[in-house]
């Protein structure tokens, strides 16, 4: 299974909405939905920020959300933040216990 | 509250192993009620699932690795491994173990608990 492609950088002014997203394929985000977005800020653990496609954890703002289109998963970022400033993954299951990573999209706060 | 940190040497040599552990406090790592992971990243890369351990011990491994990894249990319970054959500089990354959630036994593969991260860096 390839990786999943996200563009390299995104960027938005404080308050904007922005929207980066992850292309599969049929046999990976298109037939399942675990879908996972990480936020990763540079020397720290990644941070699940959806799962499941559009699930958010306890603690994760709701300016978070995800959603999905046939091979393409996507994450929008509402009003943001400063500290929204980090490196986003998306991960997918692939089938026979694999897990499948984008490569990663630099998230700016202009 | 669950914490996970890696361990290791942060320098091997070409063709050698690369071998690391990960503790576990706040847990046990019994395969079977969450699925115990490792996670790399080359520098200016994406992440790459390396594989993960479960029911019964048994493991699975990404597709790109199959063959030079080798993952295990501890017999305190409270540590896991991974064993790394054959290393290139390719495999120079920031090793990260994690947990992966599970639902009543099924895994939701999403990664809820990381350690902070090891460099290891493949170098004569």
């Known amino acids: 299974q390839s990786a999943l492609t996200q563009p390299p950088s995104a960027s938005g002014s404080p308050g904007q909405t922005v929207t980066i997203s992850c292309t599969g394929s049929s046999g990976d985000i298109g037939i399942y939905n675990y879908v996972t977005w990480y936020q990763h800020h540079p020397g720290k653990a990644p941070k699940v920020m959806i799962f499941e496609v559009s699930e958010r954890p306890s603690g994760v703002p709701d300016r978070f959300s995800g959603s999905k289109s046939g091979n393409t998963a996507s994450l929008t970022v509402s009003g943001l933040r400063a500290e929204d400033e980090a490196q986003y993954h998306c991960?997918?299951?692939?089938?026979?216990?694999?897990?499948?990573f984008g490569g990663g999209t630099r998230l700016t706060v202009l | 509250q669950v914490q996970l940190q890696e361990s290791g040497p942060g320098l091997v040599k070409p063709s050698q192993t690369l071998s690391l552990t990960c503790t576990v406090s706040?847990?046990?790592?019994?395969?079977?009620?969450?699925?115990w992971s490792w996670v790399r990243q080359p520098a200016g890369k994406g992440l790459e699932w390396i594989g993960h351990?479960?029911?019964?011990?048994?493991?699975k491994y990404n597709p790109s690795l199959e063959g030079r990894v080798t993952m295990s249990v501890g017999t305190s319970k409270r540590q896991f491994s991974l064993d790394l054959n054959s290393v290139t500089a390719a495999d120079t990354a920031v090793y990260y173990c994690?947990?992966?959630?599970?639902?009543?036994?099924?895994?939701?593969?999403?990664?809820?608990?990381w350690g902070p991260g090891i460099l290891v860096t493949v170098s004569s």
């Open positions: 994690a947990r992966m959630y599970c639902k009543n036994y099924y895994p939701l593969y999403y990664f809820d608990y």
């Open positions: 991960s997918s299951y692939a089938g026979n216990g694999k897990v499948i």
């Open positions: 706040g847990d046990s790592v019994i395969p079977g009620l969450y699925y």
């Open positions: 351990i479960y029911t019964g011990g048994y493991s």
